[in-house]
């Protein structure tokens, strides 16, 4: 079993998280971080002042506990586009990222994710403030690929908050929509580690048009090249 955090960069430098990376190093987990671009401009424009700056330095710290060098330790990064349009290539925004982060800071890394963008908390209500969340919506449903169902990430993972519930996707979770399981309205994960999943029904909505629009998108990235 794999266990992936979806980290928020700038955490690892936060006050009572100083351990976190060490920890993670220690247990062998896979780190999917977010770095929405490897431009420092970009960056703060999507995220705020200084977390560029926060995120590179944490990255340097994974780099230097052997994330992104040792088989054990893998450090992957993610990508959002900055607004509402579907993300480019996978394969040649990676190249980009690896070519920059490692020229700029020395900083390596396995593997970029591109994710789309879905139209839920602080996106979908910024959609919602600026009247675009039905054009969203529509770009979203008209790219549509019925191949990519096959492959999204509620079919093969579990989304686990931080008291063990379990959801199909971390997009749920935010959603409040947890895993249908056991017939109970909440389902821990101690409650299901020895049930199998294979024909449960995922906890689906309108925003999973987000990854199957495109090339698809999971917590592996692009799922069509």
């Known amino acids: 079993m794999e266990v992936i955090d979806r980290c928020n960069l700038t955490i690892i430098k936060e006050a009572g998280f100083e351990d976190m990376a060490d920890f993670l190093a220690e247990q062998g987990v896979t780190v999917t971080a977010s770095l929405p671009c490897y431009m420092e401009q970009n960056v703060e424009r999507q995220r705020g002042k200084n977390v560029y700056w926060e995120s590179i330095s944490a990255l340097k710290k994974l780099n230097a506990l052997g994330y992104g060098s040792d088989q054990d330790k893998q450090l992957n990064l993610v990508f959002n586009p900055d607004g509402p349009n579907l993300p480019p290539a996978q394969a040649g925004l990676e190249e980009d990222y690896r ?5 700029d800071h020395g900083i390596i890394f396995n593997q970029l994710f591109i994710i789309t963008n879905m139209p ?6 910024m959609l ?8 969203y919506m529509t770009i979203l449903r008209d790219s549509f690929r019925e191949e990519n169902l096959d492959t999204v990430m509620c079919r093969n993972l579990l989304s686990i908050d931080y008291l063990g519930y379990t959801y199909d996707c971390d997009f749920n979770q935010m959603l409040k929509m947890p895993l249908l399981a ?5 389902t821990h994960l101690s409650e299901i580690l020895e049930t199998d999943l294979t024909d449960n029904p995922i906890v689906i909505g309108e925003h999973c048009f987000g990854c199957t629009a495109g090339q698809g998108s999971s917590c592996g990235g692009a799922l069509k090249n």
């Open 99 to 103: 070519r920059e982060l490692k020229a």
């Open 120 to 125: 839920i908390s602080r996106f979908g209500g």
């Open 128 to 135: 919602l403030a600026k009247g675009l969340y039905q054009e």
């Open 182 to 186: 056991k017939g109970k309205p909440k």
